[in-house]
T-cell receptor, first 112, second 114 residues
Framework: AQSVTQPDIHITVSEGASLELRCNYS??????LFWYVQSPGQGLQLLLK??????LVQGIKGFEAEFKRSQSSFNLRKPSVHWSDAAEYFC??????????FGAGTILRVKS | SAVISQKPSRDICQRGTSLTIQCQVD?????MFWYRQQPGQSLTLIAT?????????ESGFVIDKFPISRPNLTFSTLTVSNMSPEDSSIYLC???????????FGSGTRLTVV
């Protein structure tokens, strides 16, 4: 069965520092991969997605993610974090039948 | 992408009662989804609601507990029935856009059962 693992429950970074959030997936075929962000009291907003092609994907708000098939990973990165990036981040895989399977989420805290 | 209005945004309910959550979309969509996000947990798909047919429930979710209506292509409701404190969660509506996996999510309903 498809699954997504986000090993870090909480991450704290200083404003201006770089960020990497980890995501590992389990899926038999070529995966469709997503990163969503959820701010308090808000719904989920799509940051970026990977379907095929270039394994380095650019998203909104300066985020990017790299698909590495050999490692079954789809880590999210940002070179310089802003205080407004504090939120919860979810990695997800398209599980067939138009379903999404989500990871447990990583809460990002930004310290000034 | 579609704009979703989900109501109520939050509610506190007594155990044993039911709450109906509404999801209104500003455009016609074929597929609508209901998710549950328990405290400190990830999102779990409850069911897929297609207009004109019965909702399809995921393992662990049943129609008697979470009846869903989908009367037209822009509206759906999810009812949480006979609530217990374990039902305290955020419930989110989601719709699929033109592209496969092009999902938009509502802002959620934060339910607390006391």
């Amino acid at each position: 069965a498809q699954s997504v693992t986000q090993p870090d429950i909480h991450i704290t970074v200083s404003e201006g520092a770089s960020l990497e959030l980890r995501c590992n997936y389990s899926y038999g075929a070529t995966p469709y991969l997503f990163w969503y962000v959820q701010s308090p009291g808000q719904g989920l907003q799509l940051l970026l997605k990977y379907f095929s092609g270039d394994t380095l994907v650019q998203g909104i708000k300066g985020f990017e993610a790299e698909f590495k098939r050999s490692q079954s990973s789809f880590n999210l990165r940002k070179p310089s974090v802003h205080w407004s990036d504090a939120a919860e981040y979810f990695c997800a895989v398209g599980a067939g039948g138009n379903k999404l399977v989500f990871g447990a989420g990583t809460i990002l805290r930004v310290k000034s | 992408s579609a704009v979703i209005s989900q109501k109520p945004s939050r509610d506190i309910c007594q155990r044993g009662t039911s709450l109906t959550i509404q999801c209104q979309v500003d455009s016609q969509v074929t597929m609508m989804f209901w998710y549950r996000q328990q405290p400190g947990q990830s999102l779990t798909l409850i069911a897929t609601a297609n207009q004109g047919s019965e909702a399809t429930y995921e393992s662990g979710f049943v129609i008697d507990k979470f009846p869903i209506s989908r009367p037209n292509l822009t509206f759906s409701t999810l009812t949480v029935s006979n609530m217990s404190p374990e039902d305290s969660s955020i419930y989110l509506c989601s719709v699929q856009g033109r592209h496969r996996y092009g999902y938009t999510f509502g802002s959620g309903t934060r339910l607390t059962v006391v």
